[in-house]
Nanobody, 122 residues
Framework: QLQLVESGGGLVQPGGSLKLQCTVSGSLDYYTITWFRQAPGKEREALLC????????TYPDSAKGRFTISRDRNKNTVYLAMNNLKPEDSAVYYC????????????????WGQGTQVTVSS
């Protein structure tokens, strides 16, 4: 079974930056990777997707211009760079993988990491 491991979360002040990592046990040539987040009491929200071809999709307006997704195929790692962080960005951030095209729906992904906590607070 495919394994995903997120890292890089932590406590950051408003306006700060973080770069999360998602290391995948398989080749990124075969998997679409999407970053999600879930805040307490809220539904899991899709953020950005990176397809096998390298094309990217950004879902919520709140991420546009602040969050970017990239990959290092040699390391089987996908990154989520987050800038100008706000308290409302506080959540557990997950990466998910699947064979199919990008989708914002969590139920369409069979492979998930354990999540990494991001807290934005002064």
């Amino acid at each position: 079974q495919l394994q995903l491991v997120e890292s890089g979360g932590g406590l950051v002040q408003p306006g700060g930056s973080l770069k999360l990592q998602c290391t995948v046990s398989g080749s990124l040539d075969y998997y679409t990777i999407t970053w999600f987040r879930q805040a307490p009491g809220k539904e899991r929200e899709a953020l950005l997707c990176l397809s096998t071809s390298g094309s990217t999709t950004t879902y919520p307006d709140s991420a546009k211009g602040r969050f970017t997704i990239s990959r290092d195929r040699n390391k089987n790692t996908v990154y989520l760079a987050m800038n100008n962080l706000k308290p409302e960005d506080s959540a557990v951030y997950y990466c998910a993988a699947d064979w199919k095209y990008c989708s914002p729906y969590p139920h369409e992904y069979d492979n998930w990491g354990q999540g990494t906590q991001v807290t934005v607070s002064s």
